[in-house]
């Protein structure tokens, strides 16, 4: 493990927001971002309003920001959403995790928390000078971003499939090849 396992899960947590952004949108509705609430473990206050998804929804393009800025761009949206949510951590325990940290209280808005805990995983690489972690998949076809947390850092690709797509495209490129000789 490279981070702390809160930490860990918040940036991929983190990335997965961000790649809902797109063509289809992958929050369209309520029920999607439930969906999305229950993959990624998350907890405490969830109200299934048309507002909440349309807070979520506005975080992303903030947080998508973060995979192509500099470091200290990096610091300024982090720093920035931190102090707007009046992030006050503290180590918590609920349901069955051991402790960790909260930076706003469960009840707070599940925006809030989202652009928290992302903020809170952000600074973990930034002092750990890590945020060469933050990568984008090496699809051509793919805009997604990626959380690099393999050890020899070797991720190429999102969790969208591109990894098959790739290995599928250059299969058929040596077939091809090969028929072509
Ligand atoms: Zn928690
Ligand atoms: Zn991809």
Do not use: K
């Not at 609920?94 to 809170?120: G, N």
């Not at 051509?140 to 050890?151: E, F, I, K």
């Amino acid at each position: 493990m490279l981070f702390a396992h809160d930490t860990e899960c918040a940036l991929v947590a983190a990335a997965a927001l961000v790649n809902t952004v797109g063509d289809p949108d992958g929050l369209p509705d309520v029920a999607a971002l439930d969906a999305f609430f229950a993959t990624h473990g998350w907890s405490g206050r969830h109200e299934h309003t048309d507002a909440e998804l349309r807070q979520v929804r506005a975080l992303r393009p903030r947080l998508r920001r973060i995979w192509y800025a500099d470091t200290d761009e990096v610091v300024a949206i982090v720093n920035g959403l931190l102090r707007e949510s009046h992030a006050l951590p503290q180590l918590v325990r609920h349901d069955d995790e051991p402790y960790h940290v909260h930076a706003v209280p469960q009840d707070a808005p599940l925006a809030t928390r989202m652009a928290v805990e992302a903020a809170m995983a952000m600074a973990d690489l930034v002092r750990m000078g890590e945020l060469s972690r933050l990568r984008h998949c090496d699809h051509p076809d793919c805009d997604n971003v990626l959380v690099d947390l393999s050890r020899n850092r070797s991720r190429r690709f999102c969790e969208a499939g591109c990894g098959n797509r790739a290995a599928v495209s250059a299969y058929r490129a040596r077939r091809a090849a090969a028929s072509h000789s």
